[in-house]
């Protein structure tokens, strides 16, 4: 009997299964493989030459037909890693109307979105048929794109609700299932929809669950649905990434705006998280007003709208995201090399999927966290529950160190036409209400005089900015 492949716990994991059956070794190549031709000719044509560590370990008991639970943050090519195995073991056989043959569960639109294009070419090359079932979209188009006959569906387990209610789809063909982000689809409160999808599917099938965290509620996914699990590290924690720095900037309450100004306005990609979409909103319309090439993304956004702003993002149109925890999971963006905490993480998972976002694949990348001087006590006792030492470093707004941290410089100033700030350039008095804003003295305040202050903040922003601009 082999033990676990080196997983360790982490904060709230509870005992992993030990394999009963001894796992496949790891392959050193895809050629190594019995995979068909034309998927060895899919890999070549993307220039995927190489598996991954995660894609050697789990591509042969996959294939094969195994159980496999991988534990881990994502970046590592996990969807390659159960999206092949899927797909091979699939090809040959032909869905009938409302009954999918394979099924990739996943908890947003977003990850829906990226593992369908991800796997799209090599599906294509097996005369697969996929369809994707999202909410923010057109229901009906979904269950006709069912009813012509899918054979893998990937799907959230709300819209998969839905259909399934509609007698739209039906379960008892799939014969191969997978839970990606499983404790994020638990956090999100989805587990009843997913323990209803795993008891509808063929009850001898093959299951594979992904997921960062072993908590209690995907602990109980995994005894009561995975058979012999082979259990694989699909990356070690965020702590544990060499190509990843961690930064706390502590700040003074009156320039935070300024910072995270400075900061979007870096050469580069960011990634900017706030806790509302309230906050999010007003950040986005003020560095738009700034000069700043800025989006935001969060849950109150359509699904084309959501869709839209991230393809800008990929591509460069828009240089910095501003986005609720919505873009904490499934997003990746090649060269996306900093990722900035506006609002401190709550939570040490929080902190661990928004890190992920950067330094992915082996790549470098850094994550900074803004934080008021009485957060600092708070914040090191998360990112120690996270297993994480960041460095911390006080900085104010036009500072060297602050620059040579992140890249930051002085906005243009030059309000952007079009966008998520047209027709509103005016009104740019209103700073936005994000930093800190669960746990900063001033709500203790009236509301008055925290709006008057937040005021006089954001002008001495401004002041500083057209100063370093010589203006």
């Known amino acids: 009997m082999n033990p676990p492949d080196h997983l360790g716990t982490s904060h709230g994991d509870l005992a992993q299964p030990v394999p009963l059956t001894p796992a496949v070794p790891p392959v050193g190549s895809f050629a190594d493989l019995e995979l068909p031709p034309a998927v060895l000719r899919t890999l070549t044509e993307l220039g995927v030459r190489e598996p991954f560590p995660i894609q050697a370990a789990t591509l042969p008991n996959a294939l094969a037909g ?27 056989r032909r869905a009938e109307p409302k009954q999918p043959l394979a099924l990739i569960l996943v908890p947003t639109r977003e990850l829906a979105q990226q593992v369908t294009e991800a796997l799209a070419p090599y599906a294509d090359a097996l005369r697969l048929r996929m369809a994707a079932v999202v909410g923010g979209m057109s229901i009906g188009r979904q269950a006709a794109a069912l009813r012509d006959g899918a054979e893998v569906v990937v799907a959230t387990p709300g819209r998969l609700h839905d259909l399934i209610e509609r007698g739209a789809c039906r379960l008892g063909r799939v014969r ?8 994020q689809m638990c956090d999100m409160g989805f587990l009843p929809q997913v323990t209803e999808v795993l008891d509808q599917v063929h009850r001898d099938g093959q ?137 401190p993480p709550t939570d040490p998972k929080d902190y661990v999927h928004r890190a992920g976002r950067t330094a ?81 003295a001033s709500r203790r305040t009236g509301g008055k005089s925290r709006k008057a202050s937040e005021a006089r903040m954001l002008a001495e922003a401004r002041k500083a900015a057209r100063v370093r601009r010589g203006g």
Request: charged letters at 25%; glycine letters at 10%; aromatic letters at 2%.
């Open 66 to 92: 195994r159980d496999v639970l991988g534990r881990g943050r994502t970046g590592s090519g996990k969807t390659l890693a159960f999206g092949l195995p899927l797909l091979v073991r699939t090809a040959g």
């Open 207 to 343: 299951r594979m669950l992904f997921s960062a965290t072993l908590d209690r509620d995907v602990d109980h996914l995994v005894r009561r649905y995975l058979h012999d699990p082979v259990v694989h590290s699909v990356d070690p924690s965020a702590g544990a990434v060499t190509t990843m720095d961690h930064h706390v900037l502590v700040v003074h309450g009156p320039d935070r705006y300024a910072v995270a100004t400075e900061i979007a306005a870096r050469d580069g990609r960011v990634l900017l998280f706030l806790d509302t979409k309230h906050a999010v909103d007003q950040l986005t319309r003020h560095l738009r007003a700034s000069g700043v090439h800025a989006a935001a993304l969060h849950s109150g956004k359509s699904q084309p709208q959501r869709t839209r702003t991230l393809a800008q993002f990929k591509d460069g149109q828009i240089t910095v995201l501003v986005a609720t925890n919505v873009a904490a999971r499934g997003l990746h963006v090649d060269d996306l090399d900093l990722v900035v905490n506006v609002d």
């Open 360 to 440: 992915r694949a082996g790549e470098s990348g850094r994550v900074v966290t803004l934080v008021l001087p009485g957060q600092r006590s708070e914040m090191s006792r998360l990112l120690g529950e996270a297993g994480i030492a960041p460095t911390t470093t006080k900085v104010r707004s036009g500072e060297a160190e602050l620059s040579r941290i992140t890249g930051a410089k002085a906005p243009s100033g030059t309000p952007l036409d079009g966008g998520p700030a047209a027709g509103r350039a005016k009104n740019t008095n209103v700073p936005f209400r994000g930093l800190g804003t669960s746990k900063d």
């Open 176 to 183: 191969i299932t997978v839970l990606d982000e499983a404790d």
